[in-house]
């Protein structure tokens, strides 16, 4: 149920932004694989013997040899007719697999040319290193794009909740890498992130889908250095208990050093930065403003934690996601009820 | 201001630090005029708690006066006096309105470390590791109080500081421990440590309706503050608890078990050789003796009531017995604010008076021999109290 609706999410948010969308490296090697079969299996119909032969095979196979020449042609074609050839990658992985079983058969048959099986042996496990690498890289989203997902519950109504991530001038108020977010106007956005040595990244992007109190959707526009998209749903929780937030992001880097430097910026823990922000999201509904540490006044992570004292003033300019920058307006009827709770023990 | 720093493994030192400041808008300032010294402050100090930083200010038991408010804060104002509770808890996310403010979702901004460690994070509390949250403890000349609007309880100055400062942790902390036992009329509770929680769990335990209450521990003076509080004691060094226990309960033993000791338990012998040996070797975390016996000694479907503070991972834990004998295991930090104000008001009427705990009084420049004193029980020390404004002579051990 659950994987269905973050299905039904990512469609929504993927439509230019495609994860899946292999490398050109991959492809590549994908297309060289490609021929490599056809090469192979072509060999292997036309010259049983010949390949029997080089192999250290016994003769009498030249029927399964055969065989084993129509499976290397289809998973060629296959490969040649997909615009993201991961099946017949796959399906190379597994040829390659029975390809070792037979040497493996062939080795115990007592006439069998062991120093030719052993060659044979070492050239197909040399391919299927290579099918392996390839196919994985086609599989995974990840060799591109950067993907991260997270969620939490809000001890909000999803009508509050959607309407302040709605307004986008909010989410740098708890999304630490986000300097500004511009409203254009007709759905349409100006990001600003901080980068690494002070150095910012912009780009503009529009809301793709909409709908109030449950999704929002949006990507970055054609020709962006930071070409991303990012979708959060908002979930009643049963009984009343607030509601549960949903985020999925995206950041495929296209642009050369730029690229690469968000890359890195978003790359190391991408979903220990979303949840790091979305903690952040709740802290600003909940109780009005990101609560701080003197331990985290400049991150959370390992690297960044100062001693648990009280910074001195020049440390604190400083400092990032102080309240100062993430407090919502009080007093107005935002603002949570407050104080202390009732006793209600057992005294 | 001055402050108490952790610096490694029984290594602190008071340090000038700056001034805190007002950071949140639900923050207060408090000048400290008294602070303790935890039992569990130990095991940040003896260094089984991971996540300490050289610089940490340690300290979580604080009270004085207001100085500061934040924009926000609308219950306290300047000069008020306030015993400040050790969770930090914003009071409006769930756990805080269901009053299970060690478990606040919003007051640790180093959850995902906790999780790491735990699955999900605990509350936010001052001066206890980053895991915590990495905010500043409270032995120190001020304190900064985050979500000042839900946690720090006014005092009347017709009581002492040494009344109402273990309204911060000790007092609620050992009356949770009793609490959780469901103890009815004619209930035998068994108390393993007869430290300052253990002294509070038995107090509490008579003023919840226990019928007997059988302390557990091995430091003379500990077992005789534990008599003068109504318990008959046991001392393990000197009897085997279990058949003492049976011995004192016709065979069927305690209604409910308290574990006032945590992941730090002595006991005699090799049992306690093997577990220290693994702790050492990073094998286990928690020392887990005074649990195991805990629940090996209590009657079938009793509770076993786990109050003492453990922080990882233990060895040999008695699944077996607690499933089959269909026992209740209760644990947590204490939800301190949910128990502030009705224990002020047992202090106010008189049925406790917590300063009978105290055994030293020292300067705040002398924290770092208060942690020595403490931690190998020399000098019959049971509690000390640091004040930043000291003004006794020597090196301050007044008792």
Known sequence: MATNVERGTMNYSMERAEPGLPSESAKKLAKGLGWFSIGLGLAELLAPRAIASISGVSKERTGLIRLYGLREIAAGITIFAQEKPTEGVWSRVAGDALDLTSLGLAATNPSAKKGRIAFATANVLAVTALDVMCAMQLSGNGTRGIHAKGSCVVNRAPEDVYAFWRNFQNLPRFMRHVESVEDLGDGRSHWKVKGPAGMDVEWDATIVADVPNEVITWRSLENSDVDNAGAVRFERAPGGRGTIVKVNLEYNPTAGALGAMVAKLFGEEPEQQLDDDLRRFKQVMEVGEVVVSDATLFGTGYMTQRPAQPAASSELEQAEMLPSQTATNYGTEEALPQGRAAGRSTL | ?399
């Open chain 2, 1 to 399: 201001m001055r402050a108490h720093c952790w610096y490694g493994k029984t290594i602190t030192s008071v340090q000038e630090v700056p001034d805190p400041q007002i950071l949140n808008q639900r923050d207060a300032i408090v000048k400290i005029s008294s602070t303790a010294i935890c039992g569990s402050d130990l095991h940040l100090y003896n260094g089984f708690i991971p996540t300490m930083q050289r610089g940490d200010i340690l300290g979580h038991e604080f009270m004085g006066e207001v100085v500061e408010v934040g924009r926000e804060v609308h219950n306290l104002k300047v000069g008020d006096r306030v015993v400040v509770p050790f969770p930090i808890a914003c009071g409006n996310c769930f756990f805080c309105k269901q009053e299970m403010f060690s478990l606040c979702e919003n007051s640790n901004p180093n959850a995902w470390m906790a999780e790491k460690m735990f699955g999900h994070a605990p509350a936010g509390i001052f001066g206890y590791s980053h895991l915590t949250g990495g905010y500043a403890g409270g032995q120190a000349e001020y304190a900064r109080v985050p979500f000042a609007d839900v946690g720090p309880i006014k005092v009347p100055s017709t009581l002492s500081d040494e009344q109402v400062l273990f309204l911060s942790d000790i007092f609620p902390t050992g009356w949770m421990g009793a609490e959780m036992c469901d103890i009815k009329p004619g209930d035998t509770i068994a108390i393993w440590g007869c430290g300052p929680v253990g002294q509070f769990s038995i107090r509490s335990a008579f003023l919840l309706g226990a019928e007997r209450v059988i302390a557990i521990d091995e430091i003379p003076e500990r077992l005789q503050m534990a008599e003068q509080g109504g318990a008959e004691t046991i001392n393990y060094a000197e009897q085997n608890v279990y058949e003492a226990l049976m011995d004192k309960t016709g065979g069927r033993g305690p209604d409910a078990c308290i574990d006032d000791v945590g992941m730090e338990a002595h006991a005699p012998g090799i049992i306690h050789a093997y577990d220290r040996v693994k702790q050492a070797m990073m094998l286990e975390t928690d020392r887990p003796h005074a649990l195991r016996e805990a629940i090996m000694c209590c009657r079938n479907g009793g509770t076993v009531s786990v109050i003492g503070v453990y922080g990882g991972f233990m060895d040999k834990f008695p699944i077996g017995s607690l499933m089959n004998r269909s026992i209740t295991i209760k644990t947590g930090q204490a939800h301190v604010q949910r128990y502030m104000r009705p224990l002020l008001e047992r202090i106010e009427n008189g049925d406790i008076d917590p300063s009978f705990v105290v055994t030293h009084r020292m300067s705040l420049e002398d924290a770092p021999l208060g942690y020595d004193i403490f931690k190998n029980k020399k000098d019959n020390c049971i509690k000390i109290v640091l004040k930043p404004d000291w003004t006794g002579n020597g090196n301050g051990t007044v008792h």
